[in-house]
């Protein structure tokens, strides 16, 4: 767990061996406190070298112990341990190669000095498991580096590589050879100098000046940032400490809020996405394929069929992950724009060839289809790639709601069809929903999966349903939304409280962002709108149920948001980002409720947030009932990293467990009674089912859930 190991006569190397990543778990910690102690009294021993074995320095505490605290009290604190090895008599060198976070980085801070191999990089991400750098770190780290630098550093948990380490000071010297040589030759020739002025601990932060006015301010952008999430804040707080108090004094300030956070359902929560994000990678289908039995074949050539908003930001995602990529598009300005477009993502041409010929998809492995959202366009290419594509080629669909079956049923291959669903913008959303249909083999999904990997995605394999997991749900979310405003809410509330809530853009917002007309259009197909709606039917219901026509009226109105630089917000020009109140819009909305007889009434954030997000996730219960998704963590993490969930809420049905199933019934039933009208609000079975078993916590729902139909 500690290596000791005496080289060079009077150097001891003490490495640290717990793979992959030289985690501090208890037995290492127990190992580093002996061998520092062994070394402290080994008269032969006149300085310290501490590594890590097998490459990475050290990539922090031990994420699993974390909601243990019976293991985590096990074996000594990181404080103890880091207090001792500052104190040694003896110089200790950190030699940093690959990496050194989180409790690695406080580590190489207790020590007098840091060696770091150029291509090594250092960081203190607690903040994003909702936690500070909890032993010393956010103390020493301002002391070494100055306040300002300090605290971006640790409210942002960034990594930074080893030459910007370099400059800021926090790395000594870097090597491109052999870190831990490098750093024992160094060791050597510290022997027997002074120390004090290398213990962080003893030395006061750099000055700074209006210290109290940087500090307000460093709070009022913390705030602005951490969308309600407690731990930036606290991280300020920490480093205020580090700035004004001594350093024993800013180490006990430090541990209060740490213990706070740690106790916290936000740390829980981020603890939580930082399991699903992993746990999505082991999926499984209902033929009994899984990801570790299931061998896939691996992809090297893709081609992208369409070039408009979607397929250029595959195509860069693709081109990113190494893979070669031949671009397909039929309009010739859209094939040249797009062929500038990717070159300036991609900085280069970076293995991207470009055509108007379909037929130039015929020796790809992989094609991802992204023409429009329309049935016939979108089937009569399936047919033609069945034919032209190599034998064993895969054909994936990036639509957002189309039927993957149908498509499939275009070719001769329907086995080696699905759906790749990406995230606007692709190249820089995390998210991929992985949709097979009932007749995608398992090899398919595992190719996919794997491919999804090398893009850097969080992949999610789900099943085959209108909007797939992450828009189905969505749908019930903005339906409400909707009728809030009938009922005398006003964009801005909405948005207010489902940002305050942590959503990085309300619902209104985001609308405008991604464009009114895109629903519309939909609506019209699915013939809720339109000219194939006679002027009889009542305005406000459609097949028996309450219907809102107010996005209808909006894009009538020619108003589809950004793109027009007017929707639910006004913008200054069309394309405009600065959403702004429009008097319009409120006039619309009054009389829009005189016209249908709706009085407005005081409404809350409460239910603001209660109709939109327990719809919503009402619609996630019934996702699992269906089996389109196979566990609550893969619905959690579709939300977190493709719908701007809050992290510290951990997703949906993480969120659901912790307000407490019970409560979350008794509030949709509530609602439910007072709209009868509106089905999205009744209770999912399975939730009643859950809240009758006694509400057992999220990761035994699978247990409930059983005995329905998976698709999955
Ligand atoms: P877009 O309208 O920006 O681009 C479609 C492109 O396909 C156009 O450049 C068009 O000329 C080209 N095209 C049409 N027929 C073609 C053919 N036969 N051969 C080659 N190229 C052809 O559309 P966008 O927004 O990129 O969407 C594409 C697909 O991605 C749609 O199915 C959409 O539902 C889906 N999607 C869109 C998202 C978004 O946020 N825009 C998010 C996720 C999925």
Redesign the pocket.
């Known amino acids: 767990m500690a290596q000791y190991r005496i080289v060079s006569g009077s150097v001891a190397v003490i490495s640290i061996q717990n793979p992959p990543v030289n985690a501090l778990s208890a037995a290492v910690r127990e190992g580093l406190l002996l061998s520092v102690r062994a070394a402290a009294s080994d008269p032969l021993v006149r300085s310290v070298v501490i590594s890590g074995h097998n490459g990475p320095f050290c990539g922090g505490a031990d994420i699993k112990e974390f909601g243990n605290v019976s293991h985590l009290e096990s074996g000594p604190h990181l404080v103890e341990i880091f207090e001792s090895v500052e104190a040694l008599a003896k110089p200790v060198v950190a030699a940093i190669e690959g990496f050194a976070l989180g409790g690695g980085l406080e580590l190489a801070l207790a020590c007098h000095y840091r060696f770091g191999h150029s291509e090594a990089r250092v960081g203190l991400p607690e903040v994003s498991l909702g936690l500070l750098p909890g032993a010393g770190g956010s103390q020493r780290l301002p002391r070494l580096l100055g306040v300002r630098a300090a605290l971006d550093m640790i409210v942002t948990g960034r990594h930074v590589a080893a030459g910007e380490a370099l400059k800021l000071g926090l790395l000594d010297r870097l090597t491109d050879g052999n870190t831990v040589d490098a750093a024992v030759r160094f060791a050597q020739s510290a022997e027997g100098k002074p120390l004090d002025d290398r213990r962080l601990g003893n030395r006061p932060c750099p000055p700074l000046e209006n210290i109290d006015a940087f500090f307000e301010e460093a709070l009022i952008h913390a705030r602005g940032r951490a969308r309600g999430a407690a731990a930036p804040l606290a991280c300020v707080q920490a480093v205020r400490g580090a700035a004004t108090l001594p350093f024993l004094k800013g180490m006990e300030l430090e541990k209060r809020l740490m213990e706070t956070l740690m106790t916290s359902g936000q740390a829980q929560a981020s603890r939580y996405c930082f399991f699903t994000e992993r746990g999505a990678a082991r999926w499984t289908t209902p033929t009994g394929a899984r990801w570790d039995t299931c061998r896939a074949r691996p992809i090297s050539t893709a081609a992208v ?7 250029r930001g595959i195509t860069v995602a693709l081109a990113r992950a190494g893979l070669s990529v031949v671009a ?4 010739e300005h ?1 094939l040249d724009e ?1 062929q500038r477009a990717v070159s300036r993502m991609l900085k280069g041409g970076g293995g991207v060839s470009y055509s108007a010929d ?1 037929q130039a998809a015929a020796g790809a492995d992989l094609v991802v289809e ?4 329309d049935m016939a ?2 089937e ?2 399936f047919k033609q790639l069945s034919s032209v594509c190599k034998p064993g080629a895969l054909l994936a ?6 039927d993957i079956d149908r498509l499939a049923s275009c070719t001769l291959r329907p086995e080696q069809v699905l759906g790749l ?4 913008p692709a190249h820089v959303m995390r998210l991929l929903e992985v949709v097979s249909g009932p007749r995608t083999s398992p090899q398919t999904v595992a190719a996919a999966m794997q491919l999804g990997r090398r893009m850097g995605k969080v992949s999610v394999a789900v099943g085959n349903c209108p909007g797939f997991v992450g828009n189905r749900m969505l749908k019930p979310y903005l339906e409400q939304a909707y009728f809030l405003l009938e009922e005398g809410a006003s964009p801005e509330l909405v948005d207010a409280a489902l940002e305050e809530f942590g959503f990085p853009m309300g619902v209104f917002k985001m609308s405008d962002l ?1 464009g009114l007309d ?1 629903g519309w259009r939909v609506r019209k197909e699915e013939g809720l709108t339109g000219p194939g709606v006679t002027a009889d039917q009542p305005m406000r219901t459609r097949r028996g149920r309450r219907y809102s026509p107010l996005g209808d009226l909006m894009c009538e109105e020619g108003r589809y948001g950004q793109k027009t630089g007017r929707g639910w917000y006004l913008y200054d020009r069309p394309g405009a980002r600065v959403a702004r109140s429009d008097p319009w819009l409120r006039s619309f909305l009054e009389e829009y409720r005189e016209r249908h007889g709706l009085l407005a009434r005081r409404i809350d954030q409460q239910e603001v947030l209660e109709r939109c997000l327990y719809a919503l996730i009402n619609e996630g219960f019934r996702v699992l009932e269906d089996g389109v998704a196979a566990s609550p963590q893969n619905i959690d993490a579709i939300y977190v990293f493709g719908y701007g969930w809050p992290k510290h809420r951990g997703g949906p049905m993480f969120y659901a467990a912790q307000v407490g199933l019970a409560r979350v019934l008794e509030g949709l039933e509530k609602y439910h009674k007072a709209h009868p009208d509106s089905p999205h609000l009744q209770p999912c079975s399975l939730l009643r089912r859950l809240v009758a078993s006694g509400s057992p916590p999220i990761h035994k729902w699978s247990e409930v859930v059983k005995g329905h139909r998976s698709q999955l």
């Open positions: 069929i369409g070039l408009g908003t979607m397929g397909v598009e039929t309009q859209q797009a379909l992204a023409v429009f959202e366009v979108k009569e290419i669909t990036n639509t957002s709601s189309l669903h990406f995230f606007a991604s895109i």
